[in-house]
């Protein structure tokens, strides 16, 4: 099984702040990963689609780049309604999530 | 506006079963892929199944396999989810999604998610 290890799995930062988050997978998964923001009481929402491709109507403050085993998730400039818990999740080898990433207003 | 909205949760007592289903509108059913995730409460997400948009391809998750069949009827625009031997260890929220593409391993992307169905098992 593909293990998918995120981090930092809490962060606190200012509005305004680039915040960055990391996703390392056990083994080469090419592009086949995707990020998901979820804000507590809600479902997950599609925020970036194979590593990098921007989902259609997310603000473009969220990026995602990386291939085969490391990735990275940027917010540019943090806003207070991104308070959430942002997960990484591959598809290469059935699907597996990361263990999620806490994000909070400093 | 594409909408998935699952039933069927609630308390089970430990070795018994329950069927999950999900109510899919707003888009054509039958051109995608559709997939099981579940949350137990306050941890993160698990992957359970995933099915193709014909039915003709299934996966599964280790923890549920031999356990949960996943299964869909397309002339009704449901997805469903038996889930048999139940354990406390199955306890979460169970959301469905829609897939990218009509298969479970290409564009496997969720866009949406339910609001999900809460299974607790407990004696």
């Known amino acids: 099984d593909i293990q998918m290890t995120q981090s930092p799995s809490s962060l606190s930062a200012s509005v305004g702040d680039r915040v960055t988050i990391t996703c390392q997978a056990s083994q080469d998964i090419s592009n086949y990963l995707n990020w998901y923001q979820q804000k507590p009481g809600k479902a997950p929402k599609l925020l970036i689609y194979d590593a990098s491709n921007l989902e259609t109507g997310v603000p473009s403050r969220f990026s995602g780049s990386g291939s085969r085993t490391d990735f990275t998730f940027t917010i540019s400039s943090l806003q207070p309604e991104d308070i959430a818990t942002y997960y990484c999740?591959?598809?290469?080898?059935?699907?597996?999530f990361g263990q999620g990433t806490r994000l909070e207003i400093k | 506006e594409v909408q998935l909205v699952e039933s069927g949760g609630g308390l089970v007592q430990p070795g018994r079963s329950l069927r999950l289903s999900c109510a899919a509108s707003?888009?054509?059913?039958?051109?995608?892929?559709m997939h099981w995730v579940r949350q137990a409460p306050g941890k993160g997400l698990e992957w359970v199944s995933g099915i193709s948009w014909n039915g003709g391809s299934t996966g599964y998750a280790d923890s549920v396999k031999g356990r949960f069949t996943i299964s869909r009827d397309n002339a009704k625009n449901s997805l469903y989810l038996q889930m048999n031997s139940l354990g406390a260890e199955d306890t979460a929220l169970y959301y469905c999604?829609?897939?990218?593409?009509?298969?479970?391993?290409?564009?496997?992307?969720?866009?949406?998610w339910g609001q999900g169905t809460l299974v607790t098992v407990s004696s």
């Open positions: 999604a829609k897939s990218g593409s009509s298969s479970p391993t290409r564009a496997a992307w969720f866009d949406p």
């Open positions: 707003g888009f054509t059913f039958d051109d995608y892929a």
């Open positions: 999740q591959q598809y290469d080898n059935l699907i597996t």
